[in-house]
């Protein structure tokens, strides 16, 4: 299995302090690595300079063999998708929501409407579709921002703490529906997360961080 | 007032602050966007210079305006004093920095993250721009209900680089200053409600769109 990222002295600085380095580190592509670490420990920081969100002051990132300097910015973002710790969704209908990043890329109207449904089904929520975004629960939200997210048929996920501000039935159920999804879509994911119930439901593999380094 | 001249007092003052407005959104909106999402060094100062801006009196705006205008001003070839435009120039001078530091504070009052994750979703530049005007469109409107506000109700700059010629320049604030100088008290409470009624229907307007697409 060939690594889909593969990360060299990697340094990444806030307000000039180091606050992320990493000497080494592969990411197997179709596999689902969970980040693990305590606050503070430079998962969100890793999370954004693979979404290139954060610059790196020095090091190389590979994205399928090729450095990402190479690519341009919007077509990498084009071949992600990000869930951040909250659900952010935009002050608009569930479908809107989902269909955002579709319409960012220019697909047509049906398709765009064929896939939103198809996401909104397989993360069962067809039902919140005309609903306001602001009207849902956190559980809704945050699925509706996975939904948001998988319908972009991604090459590489990355999710920071996506079952941070749930309740544990709400957890637990959209654990069991990712363990479900993931696996079908061949999507190279990466989590951050501080449970171990989730790494362990969930990941093929872990990485841990401390410090703004790579841990045990 | 024959109800002709009532009439075409009325309609110049809606296509000179109605253009004006334009004019301030056309600038603030951008300028706005740039000082709430962009860092660069003097980025503070501007803000400041702004939001001064927002409580420009308009009889300085007028002064300064005139002193440009004039015909022995740096801009006194253009022939433009005593002209709608340069009344127009004065509101704008007026109600920009209303839209620009409004603007830049309903995107700063958006979460911040949300940019990131709109660029995170693959959006352009100009798309994660849009969506965020998108977010904040009550208080957007709001910073144009201001700016509108500001310049429909002035007087100082309209009298002062318009000179309230009659069928030229004259605008409803200003016959009304005219008509209260004359000691024509009904005339001039008169055209103080109209424009009241001016005012509170374009309000009215902006305020349904801006509740409807607060639902």
């Given at each position: 299995m060939s690594a889909l990222i593969a990360i060299h002295d990697l340094r990444v600085q806030h307000a000039k302090t180091t606050v992320l380095e990493i000497k080494h580190l592969e990411i197997e592509r179709g596999r689902v690595t969970a980040l693990v670490g305590p606050n503070g420990a430079g998962k969100t920081t890793l999370l954004l300079t693979l979404a290139r969100l954060l610059k790196p002051a020095d090091g190389a990132i590979l994205f399928d063999g090729q450095p990402?300097?190479?690519?341009?910015k919007l077509d990498y973002r084009r071949r992600i998708g990000m869930v951040m710790q909250d659900s952010l969704l935009l002050d608009c209908s569930v479908f809107d929501n989902v269909a955002l990043g579709l319409r960012f890329r220019g697909i047509p109207g049906p398709e765009t409407g064929r896939r939103v449904d198809e996401w909104l089904g397989r993360l069962n929520i067809s039902t919140l579709c005309t609903r306001k975004a602001t009207q849902l629960s956190g559980g809704e939200a945050q699925r509706v921002a996975l939904a948001r997210a998988l319908v972009l048929q991604p090459t590489l996920l990355l999710l920071d703490e996506p079952f941070r501000s749930l309740d544990e039935a709400a957890h637990t159920g959209l654990l069991a529906d990712l363990k479900t999804l993931l696996p079908q879509t061949h999507t190279t994911t990466v989590f951050a997360t501080h449970s171990t119930k989730d790494v362990r439901e969930l990941a093929d593999e872990k990485i841990a961080l401390k410090s703004g380094q790579l841990g045990e | 007032m024959p109800f002709s001249e009532l009439s075409e007092i009325t309609l110049l003052s809606l296509k000179v602050s109605g253009l004006a407005t334009l004019l301030s959104l056309v600038i603030g909106l951008p300028f706005g966007t740039l000082l709430a999402l962009s860092k660069f060094p003097g980025r503070g100062f501007l803000l400041t210079l702004v939001n001064t801006g927002m409580a420009l009196p308009p009889v300085v705006v007028g002064l300064a305006v005139a002193m440009t205008l004039w015909?022995?001003?740096?801009?006194?070839?253009?022939?433009?004093?005593?002209t709608p435009t340069a009344i127009v120039i004065a509101q704008v001078i007026i109600a920009a920095p209303v839209v620009t530091g409004l603007t830049a504070a309903a995107l700063q009052s958006l979460d911040p993250r949300l940019r990131l994750q709109l660029l995170g979703l693959g959006a352009s530049k100009a798309q994660m721009v849009f969506q965020l005007w998108r977010e904040a469109r009550l208080p957007l409107l709001a910073a144009l209900m201001a700016g509108f506000g500001a310049v429909i109700s002035e007087v100082g700059a309209s009298m002062m680089v318009g000179g309230n010629i009659r069928h030229q320049t004259r605008v409803l604030t200003t016959a009304i200053v005219l008509e209260t100088n004359k000691g024509e008290f009904e005339r001039a409470i008169a055209l103080g409600v109209l424009l009241l009624i001016i005012t509170f229907l374009i309000n009215y307007a902006l305020t349904w769109i801006q509740q409807r697409g607060k639902q």
């Amino acid at each position: 299995m060939s690594a889909l990222i593969a990360i060299h002295d990697l340094r990444v600085q806030h307000a000039k302090t180091t606050v992320l380095e990493i000497k080494h580190l592969e990411i197997e592509r179709g596999r689902v690595t969970a980040l693990v670490g305590p606050n503070g420990a430079g998962k969100t920081t890793l999370l954004l300079t693979l979404a290139r969100l954060l610059k790196p002051a020095d090091g190389a990132i590979l994205f399928d063999g090729q450095p990402l300097e190479s690519i341009s910015k919007l077509d990498y973002r084009r071949r992600i998708g990000m869930v951040m710790q909250d659900s952010l969704l935009l002050d608009c209908s569930v479908f809107d929501n989902v269909a955002l990043g579709l319409r960012f890329r220019g697909i047509p109207g049906p398709e765009t409407g064929r896939r939103v449904d198809e996401w909104l089904g397989r993360l069962n929520i067809s039902t919140l579709c005309t609903r306001k975004a602001t009207q849902l629960s956190g559980g809704e939200a945050q699925r509706v921002a996975l939904a948001r997210a998988l319908v972009l048929q991604p090459t590489l996920l990355l999710l920071d703490e996506p079952f941070r501000s749930l309740d544990e039935a709400a957890h637990t159920g959209l654990l069991a529906d990712l363990k479900t999804l993931l696996p079908q879509t061949h999507t190279t994911t990466v989590f951050a997360t501080h449970s171990t119930k989730d790494v362990r439901e969930l990941a093929d593999e872990k990485i841990a961080l401390k410090s703004g380094q790579l841990g045990e | 007032m024959p109800f002709s001249e009532l009439s075409e007092i009325t309609l110049l003052s809606l296509k000179v602050s109605g253009l004006a407005t334009l004019l301030s959104l056309v600038i603030g909106l951008p300028f706005g966007t740039l000082l709430a999402l962009s860092k660069f060094p003097g980025r503070g100062f501007l803000l400041t210079l702004v939001n001064t801006g927002m409580a420009l009196p308009p009889v300085v705006v007028g002064l300064a305006v005139a002193m440009t205008l004039w015909r022995s001003g740096p801009l006194g070839s253009l022939h433009l004093i005593y002209t709608p435009t340069a009344i127009v120039i004065a509101q704008v001078i007026i109600a920009a920095p209303v839209v620009t530091g409004l603007t830049a504070a309903a995107l700063q009052s958006l979460d911040p993250r949300l940019r990131l994750q709109l660029l995170g979703l693959g959006a352009s530049k100009a798309q994660m721009v849009f969506q965020l005007w998108r977010e904040a469109r009550l208080p957007l409107l709001a910073a144009l209900m201001a700016g509108f506000g500001a310049v429909i109700s002035e007087v100082g700059a309209s009298m002062m680089v318009g000179g309230n010629i009659r069928h030229q320049t004259r605008v409803l604030t200003t016959a009304i200053v005219l008509e209260t100088n004359k000691g024509e008290f009904e005339r001039a409470i008169a055209l103080g409600v109209l424009l009241l009624i001016i005012t509170f229907l374009i309000n009215y307007a902006l305020t349904w769109i801006q509740q409807r697409g607060k639902q």
